[in-house]
């Protein structure tokens, strides 16, 4: 049954990814973040569709995530970005508005519509998301000036390739993407989970036996009941959101668990084995 959610939404999250490059952003030459922003732009220089351009991008990225991250998050992100080939190829490009501003504003809240999903059932559109990934795993500094530096190099390009109104839209795009992408799901690179349970033991190694991350465990006692319980706390990248409630959904359903936003660590954030 979780399987065959997952794929569904995959297809979903794929469609709306699509529809948004063939019927607003590609038209317009307004380019989306990430892998397929470089897709689109590098279409426009070779003879090769976006859709086969993403593909080709992705496969070497989702070779190091499955070695690296695990095989379920990067199988789940591979086949979203197969899909989203498929439908790319099979949905015409049509231009179904010539204002610029209204084509970057609707192709960016559909395709974070559809990258929004996605990420909600423990995958993501692949590409830039899984290098995220992976260096948050392997480095203790912020992933988010990745994300940074490659989506302004999609700006610049797109302004040299075509005009600066056009990089100008694009940043439009990204803006919109990334508050509907915070409002669907978190565009927060890292999160703190603070979770009270009254099986801490449990439940620290069956989220130990998922994810990668250290957990500081702090006394607790109802307010109310004055039951005697643990906090366990945890760091995790958004990626690994999916994973974490699912484990706290299997080990504990009744423990409590706060999710915050969190702006930046100091100290070691990873736990190796």
Same mark, same amino acid.
């Given at each position: ?5 997952? %794929?569904?939404?995959? $297809?979903? #999250?794929? &469609?709306?990814? *699509?529809?948004?490059?063939? @019927?607003? !952003? ?74 610029? %501003?209204?084509?970057? $504003?609707? #192709?960016? &809240?559909?395709? *974070?519509?559809?990258?929004? @999903?996605? !990420? ?85 190694? *069956? ?67």
């Amino acid at each position: 049954m979780e399987i065959a959610k997952q %794929l569904i939404v995959n $297809v979903v #999250g794929a &469609v709306l990814i *699509a529809i948004a490059l063939n @019927v607003f !952003l590609i038209p317009a030459n307004v380019f989306a973040s990430g892998f397929t922003g470089v897709a689109q732009l590098i279409a426009t220089v070779v003879p090769l569709s976006t859709g086969i351009l993403l593909l080709l991008l992705n496969i070497p990225v989702a070779v190091l995530g499955w070695i690296k991250i695990g095989k379920a998050f990067t199988l789940y992100s591979f086949i979203n970005v197969v899909l989203t080939t498929f439908f790319l190829e099979i949905i015409p490009i049509i231009e179904i508005s010539s204002d610029l %501003l209204l084509n970057a $504003v609707f #192709g960016g &809240v559909i395709l *974070a519509l559809g990258a929004g @999903v996605t !990420l909600k059932v423990g995958a993501s559109s692949g590409g830039l998301d899984i290098i995220a990934l992976i260096l948050s795993r392997k480095s203790d500094r912020p992933v988010g000036i990745y994300f940074f530096v490659l989506n302004a190099l999609i700006v610049v390009t797109s302004g040299l390739l075509f005009d600066w109104e056009r990089a100008l839209y694009t940043l439009v795009t990204l803006y919109v993407s990334s508050r509907v992408i915070d409002a669907i799901y978190t565009r927060h690179v890292k999160l703190t989970a603070f979770i009270i349970t009254k099986n801490a033991d449990k439940l620290k190694e *069956a989220i130990h036996n998922q994810i990668t991350r250290g957990i500081t465990r702090l006394p607790a006692k109802g307010g109310y009941s004055q039951e005697e319980k643990e906090m366990l706390m945890i760091v995790i990248t958004r990626y690994e959101l999916y994973e974490l409630k699912k484990v706290i959904q299997q080990v504990d359903p009744s423990a409590f668990t706060n999710i915050v936003e969190t702006a930046g660590i100091f100290g070691l954030f990873r736990k190796e084995g």
